[in-house]
Nanobody, 121 residues
Framework: QVQLVESGGGLVQAGGSLRLSCAAS????????MGWYRQAPGKQREFVAA???????NYADSVKGRFTISRDNAKNTVYLQMNSLKPEDTAVYYC???????????????WGVGTLVTVSS
């Protein structure tokens, strides 16, 4: 059983930056795909960004150029650097992990409990 623990959420003004972290534990093997989803109030959970063990990344169009995902394989930890934040980025951000990919929710094996990011205008 894999546990994902997020940290780094909070309140920030529009245009500001935040860095989210997610540490994975409990896996006997290195996790291949890790990344982030988010869910805004009243909306469905949506894909944000993912990175696989080899370093290839994938981003939602809405965050390209503003968010950067990275990972430390030795620590089984994934990071999301969020710059130029907008009020519409306000959401609960969930860490996710999977085998081949996490680009769709059906491919996610494990979820974190989420961390709230609030961007004020």
């Amino acid at each position: 059983q894999v546990q994902l623990v997020e940290s780094g959420g909070g309140l920030v003004q529009a245009g500001g930056s935040l860095r989210l972290s997610c540490a994975a534990s409990g896996s006997r093997f290195m996790i291949n795909a890790m990344g982030w989803y988010r869910q805004a109030p009243g909306k469905q959970r949506e894909f944000v960004a993912a990175i696989i063990r080899g370093g290839s990344t994938n981003y939602a169009d809405s965050v390209k150029g503003r968010f950067t995902i990275s990972r430390d394989n030795a620590k089984n930890t994934v990071y999301l650097q969020m710059n130029s934040l907008k009020p519409e980025d306000t959401a609960v951000y969930y860490c996710a992990s999977g085998g081949l990919t996490i680009a769709t929710m059906g491919m996610v094996d494990y979820w974190g409990v989420g961390t709230l990011v609030t961007v004020s205008s």
